[in-house]
């Protein structure tokens, strides 16, 4: 066997030689990026954190565990899509770390579980110190809302995979529930009234749509925009509104009670990518429908621009995006009151949108108006009425 030998001045090991940073990482980068973050991400921690910044594994005191008489563990995890496009565009990073938050904790909390801690996970061309400090505040803040620990994360440097400014961000979060405090389909009844929370703008889905809209609209990002009250970035950016601590807060107040689900709160659905009617109907059990008025709320300026602007059909902007409704809970009728005063006292704009009944065979059961066994669960329907306000 013969060995090759490099050329005089080109050794590996040598002044000319291939180094991890001309390949396009820069640890040194990366290790300034967590001492810029650090402060933000202590902050979420709690008593039960164990450790500091830095570990190979984020570590949680689950104690309080042994009280409970059959903890069941909630998992969920998910990215922001390509909203980041626009944080990118505008150079502001600040704020899509609550994007990528509540997507991932607000599924955790429909089952009525509380969310523990989270994960992060930014991929990156380059890493710039600030940029990726600036994306884990935003994270934090978020978490701090949520009333989560973000207990680790890591961030890759992947040059030649993406470009310099370019970025993606996803996280994972584990919650806990009592298994007796279960919140799904089998607590709903006929009877049960619909409550929705106002989203805070578009959230993080149905990006690709409107960011196609806008430029076949030829507008720029820095366009002042009347029926906004600012520019179209800064609305494209707003953050997404956190339900988690918001929805813990109502099912504590109205508890469920054994399996007949007879107490008031008895589920909650996330209203994400599918729109308002397919993730409401994955949370309904066969048999009911949720009858859904859309006078009881006008669409909020975002959604009436999009639409008009690219002229996008009814039917596809409802099962894309939220059109003004974040988070709905399902809640029993004699408590459904009470329920919207203490949501709104929280500062969640909410309302009563409708009410579950039976699926009869009158109700008309073709046309998007009518959505049943959404995202591979064969469960309830929803009926949507109706224009808007």
Not at 95 to 103: N, Q, Y
Not at 357 to 378: E, N
Request: aromatic share 4%; net charge negative.
């Amino acid at each position: 066997m013969t060995s090759a030998t490099p050329a005089a001045g080109n050794s590996p090991q040598g002044p000319a030689g291939i180094t991890y940073a001309s390949a396009g990482v820069d640890v040194e980068a990366g290790d300034r990026a967590v001492e810029l973050m650090k402060g933000a991400v202590k902050a979420t921690h709690n008593s039960s954190v164990i450790g500091g910044v830095g570990g190979f594994a984020g570590l949680y005191d689950v104690s309080r565990l042994l009280t409970f008489k059959r903890p069941l563990l909630a998992t969920s995890t998910d990215g922001v899509g390509t909203k980041v496009a626009i944080a990118q565009a505008m150079d502001i990073h600040d704020t899509i770390g609550f994007d990528l938050v509540g997507m991932v904790v607000d599924d955790i909390v429909v089952v009525g579980a509380e969310p523990l801690f989270m994960t992060d996970y930014i991929a990156c061309g380059k890493v710039v110190p600030e940029r990726i400090a600036d994306i884990v505040r935003g994270i934090a803040a978020a978490c701090s809302v949520a009333g989560t620990a973000l207990v680790g994360g890591e961030t890759a440097e992947h040059p030649g995979l993406l470009g310099e400014h370019e970025y993606d961000v996803a996280g994972a979060a584990t919650g806990v529930v009592e298994a007796s405090d279960l919140l799904g389909p089998d607590r709903v009844r006929a009877g049960d009234v619909v409550i929705g929370m106002a989203s805070s703008g578009l959230h993080s889905n149905g990006y690709s749509l409107v960011r196609r809209v806008i430029n076949h609209a030829g507008w720029a990002l820095d366009r002042q925009v009347s029926e906004l009250g600012r520019t179209l970035g800064e609305e494209l950016l707003e953050p997404t509104r956190v339900y988690a601590a918001d929805c813990l807060d109502l099912a504590r107040a109205f508890p469920v009670s054994g399996s007949a689900g007879g107490a008031a709160v008895h589920g909650f659905s996330h209203v994400t990518g599918g729109g308002l009617a397919a993730n409401l109907a994955r949370v309904l059990p066969q048999g009911l429908v949720a009858t859904v008025d859309r006078a009881t709320w006008e669409l909020p300026a975002i959604f009436k621009l999009v639409s008009e602007l690219g002229n996008v059909p009814l039917a596809d902007l409802e099962r894309t995006l939220n059109l003004g409704v974040g988070m709905v809970a399902i809640v029993s009728a004699d408590a459904a009151d009470a329920a919207v005063a203490r949501l709104n006292d929280r500062g969640v704009p909410s309302w009563i949108m409708g009410t579950v009944t039976a699926d009869s065979d009158s109700i008309l059961k073709t046309g998007p108006d009518y959505v049943q066994g959404a995202k591979g669960v064969d469960g309830g329907a929803v009926r949507l009425v109706n224009a808007y306000a």
